[in-house]
């Protein structure tokens, strides 16, 4: 059972929260607490530290700004449905595309989204160095976004070919933020990114360092990139 404090760091972080979205994020726990007994979805299994750094972590990246009702949302490298599934509790408008390299754990978000009658789910199996070379995906998102993937000159290239011009990469980064953002530069110049917003966040109950980075897509990317998977781990641009 989800205990009675994950109800109340809910209420801390979203007064606004209803009855009925409580609900779902049990409901979600509680899959993802059976499911982690037969597959390795999340090494965080205490109810409270799943609410504050997978829960109300992901919702953190929502903004109005950024987030238009409606908005076709890419959850590139989703895992276990990190940020994806939170956002789909909360803004069930948006149109949410799950995107991982793990079918088993597309399988396991089918059902989540299933049982929690969030009918805007879209699922995508594949690598994001090559899904992003077909058309259909091509710059075909308004909104990117990632979470522990990886460092930020990587993502930069994984993520922004599939973003409309105009539209957003909306990275979830942890203490190493800024300095990541310098690693970038090249990067975001080759790839038609510039960082718009960098929004510092602090979750309830943990002092540690993380913001969220909000990219603007400001034109095309050029049509090589991404590269192979080791050649840009190896040699990011």
Not at 62 to 69: G, I, L, P, Q
Not at 131 to 143: L, N, T, W
């Amino acid at each position: 059972m989800f205990p009675c404090k994950g109800d109340e760091l809910f209420r801390l972080a979203y007064p606004n929260i209803t009855d009925d979205e409580l609900e779902k994020f049990k409901i979600f726990a509680g899959l993802l607490e059976e499911k982690n007994k037969v597959m390795n979805l999340t090494a965080i299994t205490d109810a409270d530290e799943v609410t504050v750094k997978h829960f109300i972590d992901s919702l953190s990246c929502y903004d109005e700004r950024f987030f238009f009702t409606g908005a076709k949302v890419l959850d590139l490298g989703t895992g276990a449905g990190f940020p994806g599934i939170p956002l789909a509790i909360m803004h069930d408008d948006l149109k949410i595309t799950f995107f991982d390299s793990l079918q088993k754990r597309l399988t396991f978000l089918k059902e989540v989204t299933t049982t929690l009658s969030y009918k805007q789910a879209e699922f995508l199996h594949g690598r994001a160095e090559e899904e992003a070379h077909k058309d259909i995906y091509r710059e075909a998102f308004d909104i990117v976004t990632t979470r522990a993937v990886a460092r930020l000159p990587v993502l930069v290239e994984w993520a922004l070919p599939y973003v409309k011009t105009g539209g957003y990469f909306v990275a979830l980064k942890g203490a190493a933020y800024a300095e990541e953002i310098e690693e970038s530069k090249n990067a975001l110049k080759i790839l038609g990114g510039m960082v718009e917003v960098v929004e510092p966040k602090k979750l309830p109950g943990l002092e540690d360092k993380r913001a969220v980075l909000y990219i603007k897509k400001v034109k095309n990317s050029p049509v090589k990139y991404p590269r192979k998977p080791k050649v840009a781990v190896k040699n990011p641009l």
